[in-house]
């Protein structure tokens, strides 16, 4: 019980750190984020005066309001905060940035999640499988992947665009689903699912094909680690099936370091691969981040961060609980 005690007071010290620190930083940039902000707020408007509440809200996020400390900041951003109020975009005047967010992150979950998923999945199973059949025709898939990691995941993408969207043009070459097919936006229907699918064959290839050799390497020198272990030895002197070794004894034991890997992994799924998806242009939290950096649009900027910070701080949490429950010698060293 005091190991997850402390791993929470941990975890609640970071998330308090994390989210100071994200107020603290437009304010110690040069100039004042909320003037500029207000100031493309009222071109966007067509030069109408914007509203009390409009004007409260930017210098709460992001200003230095003249009237208000540093410490009354500090506690109405941590009001705004807690009622879901991230403030209002400047490049896309009147959304508020939680809807951009929220309209962006599922896009980027799903695309890189399955694809983190699947790349984990795969580097595990083949790794494994090498390591066991060690020495054989099976080593040489090693650095046939690992070529594929050292590649800049982002010239890889232009490969794949270049290749098979137009040589062949199997694939489309922009966006997550046929805006021609449905103007409206998406939709929920199977021909929408099917659209988006295709759309995201690409970008999930590229994210597959850039990190499984990390799983499978990693899995491989694992498996060859655990292969010599005197509990695998046991097993094998017991006369138990090599299948049954394998998996039970061996597979088991060395997959054990990837998980926790595979925990960091997972909470860098939210930030996406920012460049793949710029150069897709599928309208994940990575291309809206590059459009709010672009644009100088801090509030965005500031909600797209916390966001991601939450994210990374929530699955290394919830793999550090899992992970000690899995080893107890985590929860006696920890």
Known sequence: MSFYLRR????????????????????????????????????????????????????????????????????????????????????RYPASVADLIAAALPWTIILVGVATVISFLLGIIVG??????????????????????SIPYFWLALVLVAVFSVQLGLFPIVGGYDVFEFPAG??????????AIYHAILPATTIVL??????????????VSTM?????????????????????????????PSLAGFGIALGFVVAG????????SYPGIG???IQAVQGLDYALMQGVFLVITLTVLAANFFMDLIYGFIDPRVRHNG
């Not at 207000?38 to 409009?54: C, D, V």
């Not at 494994?128 to 990691?149: C, M, N, Y």
């Not at 998406?186 to 659209?195: C, Y």
């Not at 030895?233 to 998996?247: I, M, N, S």
Request: charge should be positive; glycine fraction near 10%.
């Open 8 to 91: 929470v007071a941990f975890y609640l010290v970071t998330l308090w750190a994390a989210i100071s620190l994200n107020f603290l930083l437009p304010r110690l940039l040069p100039g004042d984020p909320a003037a500029i902000m207000l100031g493309k707020l009222r071109r966007a408007s067509g030069g109408r005066p914007l509203s009390e509440e409009t004007i409260e809200a930017i210098t709460s996020i992001l200003g230095a309001g003249k009237d208000m400390s540093l410490w009354d900041q500090y506690v109405a951003y941590w009001g705004r905060l807690l009622q879901g109020d991230l403030g209002v975009s400047s490049t």
């Open 128 to 149: 494994a499988w090498v390591g066991w059949r060690r020495g054989t025709w099976l080593d040489h898939l090693v650095p046939v992947t690992t070529v594929f990691q």
């Open 186 to 195: 998406p939709e929920l229907s199977w021909a929408f699912i099917g659209s």
């Open 210 to 223: 850039s990190s499984v050799g990390g799983w499978l390497l990693g899995m491989r020198n694992m498996m």
């Open 228 to 256: 010599s272990e005197d509990y695998v030895v046991t097993a094998e002197a017991k006369g138990l099936t090599p299948r049954r070794v394998r998996t039970k004894y061996a597979s088991r034991n060395a997959a054990i």
């Open 273 to 280: 691969s920012i460049v793949m998806e710029q150069v897709f």
């Open 287 to 289: 291309k809206l981040m």
